[in-house]
């Protein structure tokens, strides 16, 4: 819970800081034409440019943010053994995806867990935690590696940045819009810009960006399982099964911080309402689309689609 507190904090956080830009630099007055209300087409721009703009800017930013916020080493010369298998896996599993081969980091963390963040196919960043390579056997962290670069051969990174600018645009756009009509009919305010509006405005954000956050973890939940059945192609349905059941047995690994929970292998089980905000699936559920997409004591794809 404490999560998607922090994930939900941080939406407010940023809408509060675009309502004032707004008002700094005069975009609220703008927005409208004297005596004629809102300028639909301004506001949809300004929607876009703050909405898409926002996304975009937080993807290309996510491997620079990932380094430093997670403290990932990259590894420029492996210094062991398994540093060099590493990062050999992942250049194989790399040319197996049909993507170019990322940087490959590891950052410190007990927790098993892994995560795959860029802005495109051939130049991505993969990072493992020191608790995977500890506690799962190769053959599953190759697993789980083929998780992650399926995300990236998807396009997943990208698609979810697009996703999040659209749901961004519509929140800004849509409370602006209830502002208005609530400052003119209720505090009569014939321009519509007055204390009431702000004051909607400020609500209206906050209500709609949960609705919106509800979207974009369904989209990444939906993607995850795509990314297993990825993971089980390139490196076999039954270590990817595997990896994910040791991760259910490890139990609950730490969680990555919101920007790339998102990004990451496994997730945490809220209850309740906070399963919506969950940007994975819980575990026992992708293990069962997996075992029931595959045969796994044969190895071998049921024609059951």
Known sequence: MKRVFLFLATNVAVLAVLSVVFQVFGVEQWLYREGAGINVQGLLIFS?????????????????LAK???GVRVIE???????????????????????GT?????????????????????????????????????????????HELSHVANGDMVTLGLIQGVVNTFVIFLARIVGLVVDRALFRDERGMGVGYFLTTMVAQIFLSILASMIVMAFSRWREYRADAGGARLAGPQNMIGALQSLQRLHDPSPLPGEL????ISGGIPAGLSRLFM????????IAALQQQYDVRAGELRHDH
């Not at 540093?83 to 197996?96: F, K, T, Y």
């Open 48 to 64: 876009a440019l703050f909405g898409m703009g926002g996304a975009f800017i937080s993807l290309a930013m996510s491997k620079w």
């Open 68 to 70: 430093r916020g997670m």
């Open 77 to 99: 010369q492996p210094a062991s053994d398994g540093e060099r298998w590493l990062v050999q896996a992942v250049e194989r599993i790399a040319r197996e995806a049909g993507i």
């Open 102 to 146: 990322p940087e490959v980091g590891i950052f410190p963390s007990n927790a098993p867990n892994a995560f795959a963040t860029g802005m495109s196919r051939d130049d991505a960043l993969v990072a493992v935690s020191a608790g995977l390579l500890r506690n799962l056997p190769k053959n599953e962290v190759e697993a789980v590696l083929g």
């Open 261 to 264: 929970a998102a990004f990451g």
């Open 279 to 286: 940007s994975h699936p819980p575990l026992e559920q992708r």
